[in-house]
């Protein structure tokens, strides 16, 4: 399976600034996923993101908020823009590499927006 | 739509069993289970494709009834490893991606 690098690991940030996350892939894969899991909850899918073309974003998410770059098959970047501290989570990157696979999942980041 | 799990957390005792269940309003393509422990991303334990069919390794295993739409995870002769929160994902075409039930807590004590 596909081995993903999620950086940063953490970040505490101020409001009203940004911050962006990056994955990288050892392999090429179509489909990559940003989830947003907030403590103790479930995961929730904040957008696709295909190489090639713009994300699609979940009902809730929006793109002026949750920016995210696809330049090839093997990265992606998140940011989360104009923090709050709502925007305060873990957010995960993930692939699959057919649809007869499992997710891999990014090791997250956590961010703390003070 | 968010699939349903239950139980929403479960304790055990060492080499006890425990069943976790899923079930979606929408016809599913497949359904996935993952394990997540504390301050670690979830892990992939399985997939199951509609078809209705069993799978299972180790101690682990899981089936898929399409007609109901309804999952089940079995944990046998659980093990204190096998502690962390269960969520299933589900997929309505193969093409799209997973939503993620509310999660199990499972605690295995000795």
């Known amino acids: 399976s596909a081995v993903i690098s999620q950086k940063p690991s953490r970040d505490i940030c101020q409001r009203g600034t940004s911050l962006t996350i990056q994955c990288q892939v050892d392999?090429?894969?179509?489909?990559m996923f940003w989830y947003r899991q907030q403590p103790g909850q479930s995961l929730t899918l904040i957008a696709t993101?295909?190489?090639?073309?713009?994300?699609?974003?979940e009902s809730g998410f929006v793109i002026d908020k949750f920016p995210i770059s696809r330049p090839n098959l093997t990265f992606s970047t998140l940011t989360v823009s104009n923090l709050s501290p709502e925007d305060s989570s873990i957010y995960l990157c993930?692939?699959?590499?057919?649809?007869?696979?499992?997710?891999?999942f990014g090791s997250g980041t956590r961010l703390t927006v003070v | 739509q968010q699939p349903v799990q239950s139980p929403q957390a479960v304790i055990l005792r060492e080499g006890e069993d425990a069943v976790i269940n899923c079930s979606s309003s929408k016809a599913l393509y497949s359904v996935h289970w993952y394990r997540q422990k504390h301050g670690e991303a979830p892990v992939f334990l399985m997939i199951?494709?509609?078809?209705?069919e069993q799978k299972g390794h180790d101690k682990i295993s899981a089936s898929f009834n399409e007609k109901k739409q309804q999952s089940s995870l079995y944990l046998t002769a659980s093990q204190l490893s096998y502690s962390g929160t269960y969520f299933c994902?589900?997929?309505?075409?193969?093409?799209?991606?997973?939503?993620f039930g509310k999660g199990t807590r499972l605690s295995v004590i000795a």
């Open positions: 199951l494709l509609k078809g209705g």
């Open positions: 993930s692939v699959r590499q057919g649809a007869s696979y499992g997710y891999t």
């Open positions: 392999s090429q894969v179509t489909m």
């Open positions: 994902g589900t997929d309505n075409s193969g093409n799209t991606p997973l939503v």
């Open positions: 993101a295909n190489q090639g073309s713009e994300a699609t974003y």
